[in-house]
């Protein structure tokens, strides 16, 4: 049992109750019905995202729209309001440096996986493409960057939000 407010803001009694199965939830209401307000959630991660406080969810929203997001079946990135369309490898190099962002890439490694083959020297077309794609990642206005490892190869690195996001 826990105390919400209502409209005057005065206190009111306010029954929680878990359970999984909506069966339960449709027993419980049907059980608990005209004792008290009734919130009926799944599992504790549901109430916990139920009754966190209001400014918690705005901040939560805020640094989920800060973060890069990369629509695969439109070939688009996306953070915050702004989009960009990426073409073919721009959209598949940025997808692998996303599949683990702290691990760096080998040019060769990115030329098998972005350029499917095994080019002799595929670091002047990984090298062109990083070039477009840093230039688009700042035109998108997110911390999401193109760092090259010296001697080794590329990483993606977010310098404002260590999340990057899928669609």
Request: aromatic share 2%; hydrophobic share 40%.
């Amino acid at each position: 049992m826990a105390t919400g407010s209502d409209q005057d803001g005065g206190p009111f009694p306010l029954l929680i109750a878990v359970a999984p199965s909506p069966d339960e939830r449709i027993r419980l209401a049907e059980r608990l019905d005209g004792i008290a307000p009734l919130l009926l959630v799944a599992d504790l991660d549901e109430l916990r995202r139920l009754i966190a406080p209001v400014q918690q969810r705005a901040e939560a929203s805020a640094a989920a729209d800060a973060s890069l997001v990369i629509d695969a079946a439109r070939s688009t990135a996306r953070c915050r309001n702004r989009e960009i369309d990426l073409t073919r490898l721009e959209l598949d190099l940025l997808t692998c440096l996303t599949t683990e962002p702290v691990r760096v890439w080998s040019y060769a490694e990115l030329h098998r996986t972005v350029w499917r083959d095994a080019a002799l020297d595929g670091k002047s077309d990984v090298q062109s493409v990083v070039k477009r794609l840093r230039h688009k990642l700042r035109q998108l206005g997110t911390g999401a960057t193109i760092d090259a490892v010296r001697g080794i190869g590329l990483r993606l690195t977010d310098r404002r939000q260590p999340r990057i996001g899928r669609a």
